[in-house]
C-alpha cells in the first residue's frame, strides 16, 4: 500500500504520480515490527511502502515541481533539480486545534527559503498558502476555515541559494571546528590540572598555600 499522489486529465486517466518517500514512524509504518510492545498509533496493521522515485512531474502548462506530501515537508533537501516549484499536500487534521499545524507550516516555508523556488500548499484542514521563494506568504488559508484563492504562481528567486549550492557542508564544518577547539581546551586544561597535581604532590604544606 503506498502513499501517492496522481494527476489525472480530463478523462480521468492518470498522467503523472509521486509516492510517499519518508513515512511517519509508527503512523505508516512500525519500525521494529513484531517485538513486544511496539504497535502502530493508528488505526490498522497494515504498514505502507515507500516510493523510490523523487524525480520532479511535469504536466502540460506547468513548470516541473516537486511534490512532499504530508511531513515530508520538515525534511532539508539541497539537491535541486530541474524543478521550478513545490507542492506540499498534506492532512493536519490530526493535529487538531493546536500549534501542531502552524509548526508543521513554518517547516513548509522553510523548505522554500533553502531552495528559493514557490510553494503550493494544501491542507485539508489548514493552513493552506502560496509562498514565494523568500518564504513570503502570497495566499492563505487559516486553519480550520473554508474557501478558495486564486492566484498566480510565484517565480523562483534569480540565483541559486547557498543552501542549493553547498548543502550541509558549511554546517558540518561549523560543528568540527567547534568540536576540534572544545577538545583542544579540555586537553590543555587536563593538562594544567595534572600539572598543578604534581606541584601539589611535591611541595610542603606552607609552599601548596602560595600556589596560585
Not at 516541473?64 to 492532512?91: D, M, Q
Not at 502570497?138 to 528567486?157: N, R
Request: aromatic share 8%; proline share 9%.
Amino acid at each position: 500500500m503506498l502513499n501517492s499522489l496522481l494527476a489525472v486529465d480530463h478523462t480521468g486517466k492518470v498522467v503523472a504520480d509521486y509516492d510517499k518517500i519518508r513515512l511517519v514512524p509508527f503512523g505508516e509504518f512500525t519500525p521494529l515490527k513484531g517485538f513486544p510492545g511496539i504497535a502502530k498509533l493508528t488505526a490498522g496493521d497494515i504498514d505502507y511502502v515507500p516510493g523510490s522515485d523523487s524525480s520532479p512531474l511535469t504536466l502540460p502548462a506547468l513548470p516541473p515541481f516537486r511534490v512532499l506530501i504530508c511531513y515530508e515537508a520538515i525534511f532539508p533537501s539541497p539537491k535541486v533539480n530541474e524543478e521550478r516549484w513545490l507542492l506540499n499536500v498534506t492532512n493536519d487534521a490530526w493535529f487538531g486545534l493546536s500549534a501542531g499545524p502552524y509548526q508543521h507550516f513554518l517547516s513548509a516555508r522553510v523548505r522554500s527559503i533553502e531552495a528559493g523556488l514557490p510553494m503550493i500548499r494544501t491542507a485539508n484542514s489548514g493552513i493552506s498558502a502560496v509562498v514565494d521563494g523568500y518564504g513570503r506568504i502570497q495566499q492563505m488559508l487559516p486553519l480550520a476555515a473554508e474557501g478558495v484563492f486564486d492566484t498566480s504562481l510565484p517565480s523562483p528567486i534569480p540565483q541559486r541559494t547557498l543552501y542549493s549550492k553547498l548543502g550541509d557542508m558549511p554546517t558540518l564544518i561549523v560543528v568540527g571546528i567547534l568540536i576540534a577547539v572544545g577538545m583542544t581546551f579540555r586537553r590543555k586544561s587536563q593538562a594544567r590540572r595534572d600539572e598543578l597535581k604534581q606541584i601539589l604532590s611535591g611541595a610542603n604544606p606552607r609552599e601548596a598555600h602560595r600556589l596560585p
